[in-house]
């Protein structure tokens, strides 16, 4: 039963989440992998320096010990230069959102990731250190020969792989000396030592040790009774089922429009496969908008207490003046006037008055709509249970080159600086539209009354 747990293990697979990045409201879809890489054997590609205390460090400590066939060995641990980020999609949500532009060149292409192809994009401090452009090759390497790799008879050739250098990148995360931890950081850290790949290309880099790692442990344990997996030639690793052994932590799906969120999640919860969920990350907004929302279903529901009473009140004035004008109506209409005639008379004389009303209320409303706004909003804020949210920093001084975190930090301050009441045209337009629409209906209601007069009626009354 534990066997077959294993063998079972809940993983996310390619396959299960092709359906949800080939939607078309997915912009961006980010399946991330993070390593730390080194350079071939030689040290022939140079690393970005900080010359800080972590660099000076480097050399000759993390010595390590252990005991083997009776003896002890000690091996002095290589720290590595690079971290390599890797996904499964071409593009990052990195890139969209700015924290990273390439300068030149290109991203990585489906078909190279299908393909496993050996490229790479790398930043241009990188590059100018190396004198290197885009179209140049690179040696990288997952691992360095240590005595744990020697054992499964690897060669430094094969641990390290020519990349094709196909885009130059700059990033907003440069690490100064005025971080916090500047003194602590290794040149891994480095932004400008990061190096983006298909998830594929690691794959396909690390197939020599992968699959003599495997033959090892095939030998050696090929006596044991539970010896399923390595017993079985179709779980060595190879480009053929590269797809099969190739899983997903996770996957973080960055849509067009953030309106699409919620119907999106709605759309897909029904299909997921067990022990998969799937989240919008949108609880802390939704919290944060709170008094917006709260403020915002106030500013409606005054709207249509002022749609209902202004109906009332025109309908109201237009009835008494109805009453008062029909000596002026029965003329109209003896001297052949139509009804509907007399009727689009009363609705230009309202509108014209209504016009200048609603100039007037524009262009007061647009002096003393900001401070009204703010002030509701303030009370909104302090009246709700929303706190303030204290930000957290990585130690380096903000760039936390593990992150594959990509939802957004929103704290009530960015939410209320971005807060801002104005009168746009397209409200204004929406005012007189809708003005004039209370002024007809304010028209057609008494204009029933008009429709039953009979002017011969009218005239022989006022007589």
Known sequence: ELQEFYNNYPRIKLEDVNAFVNDERVKIANAVNINMWYSDADNTLDFVHLNNQAEQNMEGNGESCWFEDGGQICETYKEPYFLVKSNMFPGMIEFEDGDYELVSGRFYTQQEIQDGSLVCLISENLAALNGLSVGDTILLASQYNSSWTKRFDVTDEELQSAFE??????HHNPITPDAPNYDYCYPYENPDNMIFMPSTSTYVAQLPLQQKQFDY???QYKDMEDNEYYSNPANRPSMENMDAQMYLNDVTLLLNDPMDVDKFVEDYQGTLNQFTTLSANNEEFNRLAKPLDTLSMYAGFIIWLVVINAVVIITLVTALTLKTREYEIGVLLSIGASKLKVIGQFFVELAIVAILGFTLSVVSGSLIAKKIGNTVLEYQISTSDVGQEEEYYYGNGGFDPWNTDYTTDVSLDDLVSEYE?????????????????????????PSFMIMRYNPKKILMNQN
Request: glycine fraction near 8%; charged fraction near 10%.
């Open 165 to 170: 250098v196909i885009g130059i990148f700059s």
């Open 217 to 219: 442990y095939a030998e």
């Open 421 to 445: 009441v104005r009168i746009s045209p397209l409200i204004i337009a929406e005012i007189y539209i809708l003005g004039l629409g209370i002024v007809l209906v304010s028209v057609i209601i």
